[in-house]
């Protein structure tokens, strides 16, 4: 029996990978808090309202178009997620396409959304859609991919037989763990493509720009000091201005 869960609560680590991005800053662009107790007062508890459960898609979760389709006023139905224990599936795999118009075909997967357990097979399970549509303007039809779930809609193909197969993980002699396909015993590599992210096609050919770090030397110099006084005050002490007056009392009732 196939246990399901109700959409996802975070990123998952292949999308935080591809995006060369610190988490806490991903966490912070899809989050959605709609009321939190102020921080300025620490004798109240650490409480807040936010998005507990997020509907992830093909779009990236720090763009405006995630946090737009999971605005609060928009009411899609439940989309319930199959939980997968170990994710085996990467950018560059050669995978066969098991169900729909282009069962049979094979292609290479061109992006991942694991959140979803979506793969992307270019060029293949394709649909048409129109963008970009209003009165005046009849839109323009495109050809998109349409994402397959990875436990049911393809399989990954073994390199020796070039047919689907099943596979598992296990060790090799020098401690390394790889993907093994179960019909020819032979090793399924994980493709290099993996290693692409939004800042590099590879580890190796990937230099950190330090020139637009902020250094020390660059920081800017704190040239004022706060003080309780008026700009009265102050341009009274730049112009050796003494107040001898003797102010007249006042009187409250």
């Avoid at 246990?3 to 966490?27: A, H, M, Q, R």
């Avoid at 169900?99 to 979803?116: A, F, L």
């Avoid at 296990?170 to 399924?188: F, N």
Wanted: aromatic share 12%; hydrophobic share 35%.
């Amino acid at each position: 029996m196939r246990i399901f869960t109700f959409l996802s609560k975070k990123v998952g680590d292949l999308t935080v990978k591809y995006s060369n991005l610190p988490e806490s800053f991903i966490k912070r662009s899809y989050e959605q808090v709609y009321w939190k107790n102020p921080s300025k007062y620490p004798q109240y508890p650490t409480a807040q309202i936010a998005r507990k459960k997020f509907r992830f898609t093909t779009n990236r979760p720090w763009t405006a178009q995630f946090r737009m389709q999971n605005d609060r006023n928009v009411h899609r139905k439940k989309v319930f997620v199959e939980p997968v224990g170990e994710w085996s599936f990467f950018k560059g795999d050669r995978v066969e396409i098991m169900v729909g118009k282009d069962k049979g075909k094979q292609g290479i997967v061109c992006q991942v959304i694991q959140e979803r357990n979506w793969v992307i097979v270019e060029g293949l399970n394709t649909h048409l859609r129109v963008v970009g549509k209003d009165k005046k303007f009849p839109g323009i039809t495109i050809q998109s991919e349409a994402p397959l779930l990875v436990t049911t809609g393809v399989k990954l193909v073994d390199p020796e037989t070039l047919k689907p197969t099943d596979f598992e993980w296990r060790y090799t002699e020098e401690g390394d763990k790889v993907r093994v396909s179960l019909a020819s015993s032979r090793i399924i590599p994980i493709p290099k493509t993996a290693e692409e992210t939004m800042d590099f096609k590879s580890k190796e050919l990937y230099v950190e720009n330090v020139d637009k770090d902020t250094t020390s030397d660059t920081v800017a110099k704190v040239t004022f000091a706060p003080k309780l006084r008026t700009f009265e005050m102050d341009i009274m002490e730049e112009m050796g201005i003494k107040e001898d007056r003797v102010p007249a009392k006042s009187y409250w009732y």
